[in-house]
Every structure is written in structure tokens, then in C-alpha cells.
Nanobody, 115 residues
């Protein structure tokens, strides 16, 4: 299967915004749940947000009210709008198409939030 490709990471000051984008496999995109995870060194990868093929969304408590996940079925992309960023949001952000056990992971994009 085609590996998802993330983009949009970078360095931003606390309180700022970034928008991540994930381009996933088009042939199964319409039936896929797409998720954003993040990981910092020494910690487990954690779910940030996901969106089902019906556009039902789910957010980690730590990002509720600040992050918004959305999907464009025509383009085969899922975006993560991140507002009011905090230093603790610093991590490598990964896109997952499908389930953690059997899905396809992207290579990740680094987000650094400076205080």
C-alpha cells in the first residue's frame, strides 16, 4: 500500500498556529479512518485526533478546542489545524491510514513550539 505523506511541520512560537496535511492512498481513502498521532523521544506514540470516513471526529483531551481535523475526500487529504500551540505540543506528528495494527504510517513531520 502507498505510505501516507505528511507536510506542514516547522518551528513556531507558543500561541502560534500550524497546519499539517496528510496525503493518503486514494484507492482506499473514502473508506479509511485517518488519524494523527504524535511522539516525543522516550514516550509512546499517542493519538492526537482522528476522522472516520463519515467525518466523525475524535480528539485527545490535551488538544480539544485547539486542534481541528478535517478531510477532503476529493483530494485524498486530511489536515490538522493546530492553534494556540504550546511547548508541550512539540513532537513528531505521524499520519495513520487505517488501524494502528494493520494500517499505513507516514514518516512523520516535526513540530517544534518554542516558549
Amino acid at each position: 500500500q502507498v505510505q501516507p505523506v505528511e507536510s506542514g511541520g516547522g518551528v513556531v512560537q507558543a500561541g502560534g498556529s500550524l497546519r499539517l496535511s496528510c496525503r493518503a492512498a486514494r484507492n482506499i481513502f473514502m473508506i479509511s479512518t485517518i488519524a494523527w498521532y504524535r511522539q516525543v523521544p522516550g514516550k509512546q506514540r499517542e493519538l492526537v485526533a482522528d476522522i472516520s470516513y463519515r467525518a466523525t471526529t475524535n480528539y485527545a483531551n490535551a488538544v480539544k478546542g485547539r486542534f481541528t481535523i478535517s478531510r477532503d475526500n476529493a483530494m485524498g487529504t486530511v489536515d490538522l489545524q493546530m492553534n494556540s500551540l504550546k511547548p508541550e505540543d512539540t513532537a513528531v506528528y505521524y499520519c495513520l491510514q487505517g488501524t494502528p495494527q494493520h494500517g499505513q504510517w507516514g514518516q512523520g513531520t516535526q513540530v517544534i513550539v518554542s516558549s
